[in-house]
């Protein structure tokens, strides 16, 4: 069984827990996931199975999207509703019209400093489990991109503890845990992410995604709601490859021009393509010249998928 599955992970379930139950339920071995969702949280998962897991190095890097409910006035240890809080303030006179403003500052290439729970590791053990231990180590800040983050409601303006809801849409590393501390500590009040939902990775939306419930139900016809390989890789463009020199790209040698049919104009060096056989998707490779000859370009795979 090969291919890629638009799961909804509901709130209280890890990300391990999800790709055990839909290893579990569909009875394979191989599964796995593009990108973690905190415990907490709700959305779409990216499962990969079969073979299909070797693509997921390809879809993890996507830009994401994600509903946050922010909760000013008091700030917790883990950054959002589950940690014990740390520190209070009154929040009461903030407004709509403030969070609105600050939100530009966020907005393009920012750094971020990832959060002691994430799992991120140190000297090989994952962060948050350090904290568990009550170990705190120091963290480097890290670029991200918010490509956009928008106000969409609020509500509790003039008490203590009011909340936004805000959308955004992030590079792959982002943590919005972070994103809303960040925010109430340029507002002065404190906040921590109270909800999170993510709507979108890459190019898999929640609107298409799948419950565990759908999953079990079809757990014997699951072909219908699997993505193809070819599907998800669509955007890298495709070079044909000869019957003839089909083994040879399965083997994982490279690709010279002899055993192309057919390839798009205008390629670069270290460009990433889909080899494409007569039966189908064989491999992703990467351009490249040889270095005895310039003008001599060959594909190298970087994954084999036959």
């Not at 845990?177 to 500590?185: A, F, K, P, S, W």
């Not at 993505?227 to 083997?251: E, F, H, I, R, Y």
Request: proline share 5%.
């Amino acid at each position: 069984m090969n291919g890629i599955l638009n799961v909804l992970k509901p709130p209280g379930m890890t990300s391990h827990d999800l790709v055990s139950f839909v290893r579990r339920t569909l009875k394979i071995k191989k599964a796995g996931h593009t990108g973690t969702l905190d415990p907490g949280a709700a959305g779409v998962m990216v499962v990969c199975l079969g073979r299909s897991t070797r693509i997921a190095r390809f879809i993890s890097g996507d830009e994401k999207e994600y509903r946050a409910e922010i909760t000013f006035g008091g700030s917790t240890d883990t950054g959002d509703s589950f940690g014990e809080v740390t520190a209070e303030h009154d929040a009461s006179n903030l407004n709509e019209a403030a969070v609105k403003a600050c939100l530009p500052f966020f907005t393009g290439n920012i750094n971020q400093v990832p959060p002691m729970v994430s799992a991120l590791k140190r000297q090989g053990r994952k962060l948050y489990e350090l904290a568990r231990a009550g170990q705190f180590v120091e963290r480097q800040a890290r670029a991200v991109t918010i490509k956009s983050l928008e106000y969409i409601s609020g509500a509790g303006w003039g008490r203590p503890r009011p909340v936004a809801l805000l959308h955004l849409t992030c590079s792959k590393g982002t943590y919005v845990r972070t994103l809303c501390e960040d925010i109430g500590n340029y507002l002065g009040c404190g906040a921590h992410m109270s909800f999170l939902v993510r709507t979108r990775a890459g190019s898999f939306c929640i609107s298409e995604s799948y419950t565990l419930e759908d999953i079990k139900n079809a757990a014997g016809n699951i072909s219908t709601m699997l993505v193809t390989m070819d599907n998800v890789l669509a955007g890298l463009p495709p070079v044909k490859v000869k019957n003839g020199a089909v083994a040879a790209v399965s083997s994982g040698s490279k690709l010279y021009l002899p055993g192309v049919a057919a390839l798009p104009d205008g390629l670069a060096d270290g460009v990433l393509v889909r080899l494409q056989g007569p039966e189908g998707l064989l491999a992703v490779a990467e351009t490249a010249r040889d270095p005895e000859d310039s003008s001599r370009i060959f594909f190298k795979p970087v994954c084999v998928l036959v």
